[in-house]
């Protein structure tokens, strides 16, 4: 059988086989880096979620600080992820043109938009407005980045070493939350924004030239079995296709809803929140904020490493609902907590909950939507992060209204709830899969 290359697939799964390590490795997370285009994608991708954490960190303390009102944090963080309206055509792009091309467009579209706000701060001319408009246009690519990097691993990677693959790819961005944010927010203190934005620019330029490496798709399904056909099918048609077949799989419109809830309701008060946490309620500084954002990250990195080493056999859609409520749980206790040194634990906690919910989801969705359509349900999956923004907008006003504490409380126990209906709705499929 022929890939849409020419390629025989079994010739693939014979490289496949001849790139495996002989012998049994010592820790399954190492199992990864025996394929050589991981070896290339992993600190592609380690050094792109850097620079992600550094400029978000820097950038909402920047815009809070100079404006002094969370309504203008929260436009900043809703701006950044425009993109997921237009994700699921990421996904018809990445289907039809291949997930390495897509990605190292979307790297290289980085290190120009990094580039512009670097300039911008060589000539003194940064605004809250420029940065706004920089980081909208980074909001319209950076939401799929996530989506495309796993769909590409799972072209690459063979089926034994897919869950220790996407964990471990995980830990780019759980280590990029805690060593990120802490660079980030010294270097900004230290030495100003121009310095850090010479680190992030370079990040990101040397993040695009490492997909310049070895990552061909061991597999590779094409959307037409002949270039007539392909040429002959409309790209809307295929967003079509790919929008039905997540609506009419239960199993993958029970994963997408559950990234809908939990970016509306969750990740809002450790993300886009987090520097009004630290400055008003907390009364920290950069430094103080970098600490809390890492507590966070550090749990999720812990998660992360924990999966990468577990048995395939593991029951991954009962972890996902069981941890995802326990995740809620402790955002319920963190948004109660009176002082910084009893939040950390709560987040700590927090973020390795959301490690096993947020990762065995993503492994689950990649393995039930199938090679043929897998760019494109990632790319309703990531349309779901839109809620994200809406959570952040709505949290202003609430928090003006009742306070942080209330807010957070209330965002948790919707959360909880929310997470019983989907498991009812949808119990006999998620057992299933």
Request: include cysteine; charge should be positive.
């Amino acid at each position: 059988m022929l890939d849409r290359t020419g390629t025989s697939i079994s010739a693939d799964l014979t490289r496949d086989a001849a790139e495996a390590p002989s012998g049994p490795l010592r820790f399954a997370m190492l199992a990864p880096f025996a394929t050589r285009s991981f070896r290339f994608q992993w600190p592609a991708d380690l050094l792109t979620s850097w620079a992600f954490e550094m400029e978000t960190i820097i950038l909402g303390w920047y815009v809070l600080v100079e404006t002094g009102s969370v309504l203008w944090l929260t436009v900043f963080g809703a701006s950044q992820y425009l993109g997921t309206l237009i994700a699921p055509l990421y996904g018809v792009v990445g289907d039809r043109l291949g997930h390495k091309s897509l990605l190292l467009g979307m790297r290289a579209a980085y290190a120009v938009f990094a580039s512009a706000l670097l300039t911008l701060a060589l000539l003194h001319a940064v605004s809250p407005l420029a940065v706004l408009i920089v980081a909208t246009l980074m909001g319209l690519v950076r939401p799929s980045d996530l989506g495309v990097r796993s769909a590409l691993i799972a072209e690459t990677m063979p089926a034994r070493t897919l869950i220790s693959a996407l964990s471990v790819s995980r830990t780019t961005t759980d280590s990029a939350r805690v060593a990120g944010a802490l660079l980030g927010a010294s270097i900004f203190t230290l030495f100003g924004l121009v310095p850090a934005y010479v680190i992030i620019t370079s990040f990101y330029v040397i993040g695009t030239l490492l997909m310049l490496g070895d990552t061909a798709p061991l597999r590779r399904i094409s959307l037409a079995m002949t270039p007539e056909e392909a040429a002959g099918k409309s790209p809307w048609r295929d967003l079509k296709e790919g929008l039905a077949h997540t609506w009419n799989t239960p199993v993958l419109l029970a994963f997408v809803s559950l990234a809908f809830l939990t970016n509306l309701s969750a990740f809002p008060l450790t993300n886009g929140l987090m520097p009004y946490v630290a400055k008003s309620v907390y009364g920290l500084d950069q430094t103080g904020l970098g600490l809390l954002v890492a507590s966070f990250a550090g749990g999720s990195l812990a998660g992360s490493l924990i999966l990468s080493n577990l048995s395939g056999a593991l029951r991954l859609t009962r972890l996902m609902i069981v941890a995802c409520m326990v995740w809620y749980a402790m955002l319920l206790a963190f948004a109660q907590m009176p002082r910084p040194a009893y939040a950390v634990p709560c987040l700590i906690a927090a973020g390795i909950m959301q490690s096993f919910s947020m990762v065995s989801l993503q492994i689950m969705l990649l393995r039930e939507a199938g090679e043929r359509f897998r760019g494109r349900v990632m790319g309703v999956r990531m349309m779901a992060i839109y809620s994200l923004p809406l959570g952040l907008l709505a949290a202003g006003p609430l928090i003006d209204r009742i306070g942080w504490r209330g807010t957070a409380s209330l965002y948790a126990l919707i959360g909880i709830v929310f997470t019983v209906v989907i498991a009812l709705r949808w119990r006999s499929d998620l057992w299933r899969a």
